[in-house]
């Protein structure tokens, strides 16, 4: 009896997969019925849930998980070889209730309307429009580096730990429902990953993990960085999971924080996407608009780019190989070149809103 539930639990892989791939085919029906029905409900429970813990559960069950795959592997090795049959049909039943649980709990907001037409806004952008903010955003960047600094070359320090930005990070969605109240954000669960350093070598500074929707940050990585990221992951949390979108959210819910940090991390961190899709553009205007970022802001950049230099490792290229194809797997056909079209939304957002 056991044999034959595995078995049909195994062949359910077959229906589900299909059954994605139509719902992929009607993002009207997943924004109206997942993403903005079913999927709030199981958020905020497990956030209900498992927010309050001061450690990741996530990342403790990802741990007992590998012990446990390891395990089973070892003490099934003969079995392997002379069983495939079963074995197969064994790993299959696991993978079949991963992927159920995976969309159920998460993955079919990868399926949602575009947030630009949510946002109704378009798409496509020129290349005077993209100068136009990038000097918008430089302005206000240089502004309020020289506010925090009184020397504009002078890197920004973070003058809070890990845990109080991770702490303070929900505040800049208060702020944000205003203006897009679908954006509330309660009960919050933003949390140092337990595999921070492993995440590091991977070349990540954080993730959520889809199936206990707890946000996770890497604590290890410099804390100017730390108020965008957490709020790219609160984003992720509320459901939008393209990586673009994440970061245009997570952006905006910077900028729009109350504390004077986040909102520098905030501007600064969509001038970089500015700055360096117009070096792709043309490396002379970039070479010009780069000579008027305050010194500040530069060693800043500075300080991101050697800390993630100083962590490559011949793996990294392996893991961003497998991420990549799991975005594109998921309707993210860019895969992860998809995370610099956050451009085209901060391009047009900008573009109708005036940067005070």
């Not at 590998?66 to 049909?89: A, E, H, S």
Request: charged share 20%.
């Amino acid at each position: 009896m056991l044999k034959k539930k595995k078995t049909i639990i195994a062949l359910l892989i077959i229906p589900q997969y299909l059954l994605v791939k139509l719902l992929g085919k009607y993002p009207e029906f997943i924004e109206t019925y997942y993403s903005n029905g079913l999927y709030p409900i199981i958020s905020k429970l497990f956030r209900y849930t498992l927010g309050w813990l001061p450690f990741s559960f996530g990342d403790l069950i990802y741990a007992l998980a590998i012990i446990y795959i390891l395990r089973w592997l070892y003490f099934n090795r003969i079995r392997i070889w002379k069983d495939t049959k079963n074995w197969i049909i064994d790993v299959t039943a696991a993978v079949s209730i991963i992927f159920f649980l995976f969309h159920l709990c998460w993955g079919l907001n990868y399926h949602r309307l575009p947030l630009h037409e949510n946002l109704n806004l378009n798409y496509d952008y020129t290349t005077e429009q993209l100068v136009d903010v990038t000097q918008k955003l430089i302005k206000k960047s240089n502004a309020l580096q020289l506010k925090i600094t009184n020397n504009d070359t002078v890197k920004v320090t973070m003058p809070y730990n890990t845990s109080e930005i991770l702490n303070m990070a929900p505040q800049g969605y208060e702020s944000l429902k205003s203006i897009f109240p679908h954006l509330e954000y309660h009960p919050k669960s933003v949390k140092k990953s337990l595999f921070s350093y492993p995440l590091t070598y991977m070349g990540f500074s954080g993730y959520l993990n889809p199936l206990t929707n707890e946000a996770q940050v890497d604590a290890i990585i410099p804390t100017i960085k730390i108020p965008t990221t957490s709020s790219h992951e609160i984003a992720h949390q509320l459901g939008y999971a393209a990586e673009n979108e994440a970061n245009f959210i997570g952006c905006l819910a910077a900028i729009n924080h109350n504390d004077i940090y986040f909102n520098y991390a905030g501007y600064t961190f969509g001038l970089r996407y500015c700055l360096n899709e117009i070096y792709f553009r043309d490396e002379c205007l970039y070479e010009d608009l780069v000579a008027d970022v305050n010194e500040g802001i530069l060693k800043n950049y500075k300080e991101t780019r050697d800390f993630w230099e100083a962590h490559q490792n011949p793996l990294e290229p392996f893991f961003k190989i497998f991420y990549n194809n799991y975005l594109k797997a998921n309707q993210q056909s860019k895969g992860m070149e998809s995370y610099s079209y956050v451009v085209a939304l901060l391009s047009n957002y900008f573009d109708e809103n005036i940067l005070d």
